[in-house]
């Protein structure tokens, strides 16, 4: 006869959920910079994710999100969950001395069998973030359950909040991308801590780490010229290399626009009006950024800009053959009168000294004239005031007769003497056969009394022109 056992057995299951804590959001990978620009990705450490589901956007292509500065949606859940223990009777046994239970495939935390779903405490994860130690990597859970792969996915900050949030990449192995991505054509960069798409103005650590600018709305890497304006730190021009996307701090040429501009070395802004840069001066054209070249006037001041560097010309310069001269400081162009008065300041400064001025001639490569130091000292007075153009185009010659061969043959020299002329005179001796033997500098010319400066008799001094004036010659300071 066949006996029916009822069984009954009760059970308690308790689960706990582990902590896993979804790393906050920051401004930009790898931005170490303290002198560099501010990256455009902003965002909080948020708090904890809820437990509550949050509906996420998906997209194969390029991605939007409603704000350029979004908030990075927290993943992490640590409530510690113990449910309460039940016993449930089992159902009669229709077998004899037998149990119809099998254990559970079903995992209390991790994956499934077949690594379709994530399980938290015995439950599919829905609409959330979840890290797996395992692959040290995270992943989403999209909100029917299944992982999110090979895509991109947009999470809200919440389903009240769906303004704020960040666009995030999943590979085709579900794991969520960080660092440079390449993908639909174009470079991407997502956070390497939070996997949040960078857009705007950010630092990346590749080749020797770069500024580079991902566009606002699809995040992709942008070239060339662009005009930025998303906060009052990032407004203005700004031009990124064509190949690596790299931002441009120094000079560079806009083939289409035919025009030289600069970039701001530390915040990569093009720049305008006057600037010094590497210890020179240049202007940039107030509307355009273009770097002058050649003559411009500026406030109080006409000065002129190398047309191959564009950098201000300072000093001496032949420009299309006429003579020259520019502030040392200020770049101004000087008048003739001011060459003038700068000459004859630098030959009254050496006036009771000793300067040696064969010795200096001769070390600047010039000519030494072995029968007295006069037309040396006259080549000192206009190199030490940096007017060098304007004794025979810069000719170095201690020799009298050059220098007066070199004016005659430009025609000139004549018997009528101005200030800072060179006046030359022929006292035979050493010189017979030569057109000049002693030379000075006017001084002054009042009422036909010729003062002049020159090196004779072993000293320097201001004195009345001698007797036998062979000629004045006229520099070219009639610029």
Known sequence: MRRKTLVAAGFVIATVLQGISYPAIALAADNTAADQPTSSLVGEQNSAAEDTDVQSETSDNDNTDDGTAPEANNADNKENVSPAASATPKAESTTDDESNDSPST????????????????????????????????????EADGSIACDKDVYVPNSNTDRSHGKWVRFDKQRRMVKGEDYRYGSWYYFDTNTGAMAKGITRISSNGGKWVYYDLTTGKMQYGERYIHYDESHTGWYYFDPQTGAMAHDFVYLRQANKWVYYDKYTGKMQYGEHCINDGWYYMNTTTGALAKGWTNLKNKRVYYDPTSSRMVHGGLIINGKHYFFDPYTGAKYSKQQIVNRLLNSARSQIGKHPDCPGTLAANGGLICP??????????SFHTAGLDIFLCDGAKSGWPHNNYDWYASRGRINLSPQPGDVVFWQFGGWAKGLSASHAGIVASVTNGRVRIVDASDGSIAERNAYNGVRGYAHPYYDC
Do not use: L, R
Not at 117 to 135: A, L, M, R, T
Not at 373 to 380: G, I, K, L, T
């Open 106 to 141: 079903t995992p209390q935390n991790g994956w499934d069998q077949d690594k379709s779903h994530w399980y938290e405490n015995g439950q599919i994860v829905h609409s959330k973030f979840f890290y797996d130690k395992g692959s040290d990597a995270w992943y989403w859970a």
């Open 371 to 380: 029968y007295g130091p006069c037309m040396s000292f006259v080549w000192y």
